[in-house]
Nanobody, 123 residues
Framework: QVQLVESGGGLVQAGGSLRLSCTAS????????MGWFRQAPGKEREFVAV????????YYANSVKGRFIISRDNAKNTVYLQMNSLKPEDTAVYYCVVGSKGPREDTYAYDYWGQGTQVTVSS
């Protein structure tokens, strides 16, 4: 059974930083993309960032480009999201995702989802 377990969420002031982690287990994830989505209250789930298995390719939503950095450690089956210069509009539940269909921004491209971790940015 595949499990994705996120950690690192919390409350931070605007301008601060947080680092999210997500560890996957239950199968081999060679050649899978790993990434993050988020969902704010009353809004649809949206793409944040994704990284290829080799870490050569990374993709970001325009809203986080230049502030967030995605990385992964395949030996640990773990993906990270370093979030800097946080803004109140970054407040959301952040979900870790794993998929094999490529670096896509739609939710249907990802096979596995974590339970989510709350990030709250105060102004």
């Amino acid at each position: 059974q595949v499990q994705l377990v996120e950690s690192g969420g919390g409350l931070v002031q605007a301008g601060g930083s947080l680092r999210l982690s997500c560890t996957a287990s239950g199968r081999a994830f060679s050649n899978y993309y790993m990434g993050w989505f988020r969902q704010a209250p009353g809004k649809e789930r949206e793409f944040v960032a994704v990284i290829s298995w080799s870490s050569i390719s990374t993709y970001y939503a325009n809203s986080v480009k230049g502030r967030f950095i995605i990385s992964r450690d395949n030996a640990k089956n773990t993906v990270y999201l370093q979030m800097n210069s946080l803004k109140p509009e970054d407040t959301a539940v952040y979900y870790c995702v794993v998929g094999s269909k490529g670096p896509r921004e739609d939710t249907y491209a990802y096979d596995y989802w974590g339970q989510g971790t709350q990030v709250t940015v105060s102004s």
